[in-house]
Structures are given as C-alpha cells and as structure tokens.
C-alpha cells in the first residue's frame, strides 16, 4: 500500500472552504429552527457541498454525547433532556427545504431508560405526518443493552435505511471507540433485520486509523455476514486537535479498489472515497455500479 508523509495533507483531500448564496440558504433554515447537525459538530469536510446541494444531516437529542471516542469532536458530558419540540422542528425544517430523503443520527444517550429511541420514532412520525413522501435513514448508536427493546420502539417508524456505524476495525477499539463493541455492533445490525423488516441495512469504516487491508476484509466479511445491505468507506481525518492522529492516507485509487471489494463481497450500494461518510449521498438511490 502506498504510504503518504502525514504531516501534510494530500493534494486529494484539500478543499476550498464552504460559501455561497444555496449554502448561507441551508445554514440560514437550520439556524431559524435551532436545527443541530452532524455536519457542523463533526466538522465534516463535506459541508460545502452537501450545503449547496440542499442536505444536511440532522443531530437529534442534542450536542453532548455520554460517551468520549477519540476519532469523533462531539463533546463528552452530561447532555440535556430531550427537547419535546424537535420533532415538530425537524417536520418544519423537511417542508421548508423539500427533503425527499432525511438523514438523522444522534449522540448516545445512555443516560435515558430507552437511549434515546423513542425519540427517533417521535421525530419520524411529526416529519411524516407532514411531509407523507419523505424517506428516512436513520443513524442511530449501539443502545447498549436496551437494543431488542429499542428496535421495537422504532418499529412504527419503519425507516427506509437502518444504519449503525462500525467506524473500524474491532483491534482498534480499544484506541478508537473505547466504550463500543464490535460483536454488539454487528448484532443490532442483525437484529435490525429481524425486528424491522423489509429495511436496508448500512454501516460505515473509516480508514487511516492504522488497520491493515486484511482486518478490513475482515471487517466487510462480518458485516456481510449479518446481510448488511449498505456500505461507505471514508478517510479518516483529524476533526480536531484533541483527536486521535491520522495514521496514514489512503490513496483514491485504493478506495476505488475497496469499492469493487465491497460489491465482491455483496454489498448492494457501496460509496467508497476519501471523503465518503456515513451520510454521505445517502439519497441516491444507485450511487456506483454493481
Ligand atoms: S457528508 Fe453527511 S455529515 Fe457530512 S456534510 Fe454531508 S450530510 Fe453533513
């Protein structure tokens, strides 16, 4: 594998900032409703983008997450309540910008009896009382122990995609999702197909944290083996000075090769480049060729 120096970022990975008249208009409606994103507390790279196009992101259940993995910024702490007027906020936020397709994650809230997943379901159901046509994929975290009991909560959502991210490869939580579990992962995928149906079912890996490919294999084998449906698979980037080191950049090249892995080994809908994250044209119905 091509290795890269690390103190400079490749030419593949330098952007020019976010601006412009459809990116100040997303920023503008989120701000008017007090909209949080992930985009904006993961510092993630493609918001000039995904601004511009119209799609964000939202981060229900507030800023602060009870747990500290060290690949992420969002702040660790102890977070608020839930906000009873998020749904209709969101229901709001999905009218004045036409979403056909809303991606919403959260924080873990292991300090709520159901963390958080009735939560989720209230905030599907406002956005589809007023907007019937909108689709949703829905992010969620582990719901460490309550995970048999949070999907039944959801099922009266019924999202289109059910994702939960793996982030990397399982040797390197200890360093990189300390208070994660891989096994627990990969079950609540599986479970997510058994308690919610006939969904789609995504994870998402970032590399440059110090796997090798075999581990990666690995990785996309057990994801498979759960029939997850869905895939990204991006480059790991610092999003801040208190996170983990990038441990190497991986070439465009190498992601295009993952890419044709991924469908080798049976993934359906596969979006592998440096800059693909989780939500990442989640609303593409057919983002690459099989
Ligand atoms: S990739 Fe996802 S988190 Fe990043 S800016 Fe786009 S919608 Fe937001």
């Not at 599907?124 to 909560?153: H, K, S, W, Y």
């Amino acid at each position: 594998m091509t290795k890269h120096p690390i103190s400079r970022l490749p030419h593949w990975l330098r952007r020019p900032l976010p601006a412009g008249r459809h990116y100040d208009l997303t920023g503008n409606t989120l701000e008017d409703l007090s909209i949080q994103t992930i985009c904006m507390h993961a510092n993630c790279p493609n918001r000039g983008q995904c601004w511009t196009r119209g799609t964000a992101t939202v981060l229900i259940l507030g800023h602060v997450c009870t747990r500290n993995c060290r690949f992420c910024s969002v702040p660790s702490g102890r977070p608020m309540p839930p906000d009873p007027t998020e749904p209709e906020r969101l229901a709001r936020l999905v009218e004045q910008m036409s979403l056909k397709y809303l991606v919403m994650t959260s924080v873990n809230r292991d300090d709520l009896e159901d963390k958080g997943a009735s939560h989720f379901r209230d905030c599907i159901l406002a956005v589809r009382q007023a907007c019937p046509n909108t689709q949703f994929e829905i992010l969620t975290p582990d719901f460490m122990g309550f995970e048999q009991e949070a999907l039944a909560i959801l099922q009266p959502a019924l999202p289109f995609v059910f994702a939960h991210n793996v982030e990397t490869v399982p040797a390197l939580y200890p360093v990189a999702r300390q208070g994660g579990n891989y096994q627990g992962s990969l079950a609540l995928l599986a479970l997510a197909k058994q308690v919610l149906g006939p969904i789609q079912t995504k994870s998402s890996l970032m590399l440059g944290l110090g796997e090798t490919d075999d581990q990666v294999i690995q990785t996309l084998k057990d994801l498979r083996e759960v029939q997850c449906d869905r895939l990204t698979i991006g480059q790991y980037l610092k999003p801040d000075k208190h996170a983990l080191d990038v441990v190497e950049y991986i070439t465009p090249e190498k992601f295009e090769w993952w890419q044709q892995t991924a469908h080798d080994l049976g993934f359906t809908w596969v979006i592998s480049e440096p800059f693909a994250r989780s939500s990442y044209f989640a609303e593409k119905q057919a983002p690459t060729p099989s």
